[in-house]
């Protein structure tokens, strides 16, 4: 079972660019997010879903959109990168709210 | 604005001591407050806790949530050179469905 896959592991951005973070779940959870990490910061909450065809903004939005077209799919797109974005970016999905939440291993993103 | 704040953000001890982490939150309509420990990697879960008083217990690690007061405690006895990592804390608020964590606490044991 692959639990929350997130990809690609490592990527490297010149500024200005998009891209787009996949993450995947193969748990029929209702609730996705995706944080990003920087040091002393903990995790930020950047969007979350709580079901297919709703998300909505969390903590530090600018500059990141999402989608969720389907229960199993959550990609973090970001329109023009900058360096402020680079960080390490955890997407996490829970079956509801008092249930734990999985997280997939991390994108490292680097923006130059 | 939802808030979760942990101390201290970080802490040395040897071997064999007794730690107390701290974890103070601010949700509103708390569902469940939920201790998770990161090593270098993805965050690995420890506890979640919804019920004021009720103690979780796991080996070493204990935690307990005071509703009234607003924060949770994570214990962790004899400590070994294993447990160092980051102890994150996050708060699910059922009024948004958001699961807000704190800075973390940075744990070093040395041997």
């Known amino acids: 079972n692959a639990g929350v896959t997130q990809t690609p592991k490592f990527q490297v951005l010149k500024t200005g660019q998009s891209m787009t973070l996949q993450c995947a779940q193969d748990m029929n959870h209702e609730y996705m997010s995706w944080y990003r990490q920087d040091p002393g910061m903990g995790l930020r909450l950047i969007h979350y879903s709580v079901g297919a065809g709703i998300t909505d903004q969390g903590e530090v939005p600018n500059g990141y959109n999402v989608s969720r077209s389907t229960t199993e799919d959550f990609p973090l797109r970001l329109l023009s990168a900058a360096p402020s974005q680079t960080s390490v970016y955890f997407c996490a999905s829970s079956y509801w709210e008092n249930t734990e939440a999985f997280f997939g291993q991390g994108t490292r993103l680097t923006v130059v | 604005e939802d808030k979760v704040v942990q101390s201290p953000l970080s802490l040395v001890v040897h071997e064999g001591d007794t730690v107390t982490l701290n974890c103070s939150y601010e949700?509103?309509?708390?569902?469940?407050l939920l201790w998770y420990k990161q090593e270098k990697k993805a965050p690995t879960f420890l506890f979640m806790l919804t019920s004021s008083g009720i103690e979780k217990k796991s080996g070493r690690l204990s935690s307990i949530l005071d509703k009234k007061e607003l924060f949770s405690i994570l214990n962790i006895t004899a400590t070994q050179t294993g447990d160092s990592a980051v102890y994150l804390c996050a708060v699910f608020s059922s009024n948004t469905g958001k699961l807000i964590f704190g800075q973390g606490t940075t744990l070093q044991v040395k041997p």
């Open positions: 949700v509103t309509n708390f569902r469940s």
